[in-house]
């Protein structure tokens, strides 16, 4: 069984700086597109970044410039470096992985538990 399991949140003062990490463990034969998504209070779920498994990577405009995606396919894992937090950038933090389990003919796409990132003013 595949799972996603992320680490690293917290709260943190406003300019501060936090690292989210998500590790895919199970029968995996291949991952392609690994991602970070956060949902606020009251608001839609947003994409935040994506990284391609040849690392090619997108990020939202609100983040550009702050927040860097990385991964190790090595290790099956994801992170995400966040710099000058904001206020704003309080949310739960989703990551997701679009992954062949071993012995699928498909990509199914699986999401973490979440993790509660709180930057304070």
């Known amino acids: 069984q595949v799972q996603l399991v992320e680490s690293g949140g917290g709260l943190v003062q406003a300019g501060g700086s936090l690292r989210l990490s998500c590790a895919a463990s199970?029968?995996?034969?291949?991952?392609?597109?690994m991602a970070w998504y956060r949902q606020a209070p009251g608001k839609q779920r947003e994409l935040v970044a994506t990284i391609t498994s040849g690392t090619s990577t997108n990020y939202a405009d609100s983040v550009k410039g702050r927040f860097t995606i990385s991964r190790d396919n090595a290790k099956n894992t994801v992170h995400l470096q966040m710099n000058s937090l904001k206020p704003e950038d309080t949310a739960v933090y989703y990551c997701?992985?679009?992954?062949?389990?071993?012995?699928?003919?498909?990509?199914?796409?699986?999401w973490g538990q979440g993790t509660q990132v709180t930057v304070s003013s």
């Open positions: 199970g029968s995996i034969r291949s991952i392609n597109v």
């Open positions: 997701n992985a679009n992954l062949r389990p071993t012995g699928s003919s498909y990509n199914w796409n699986y």
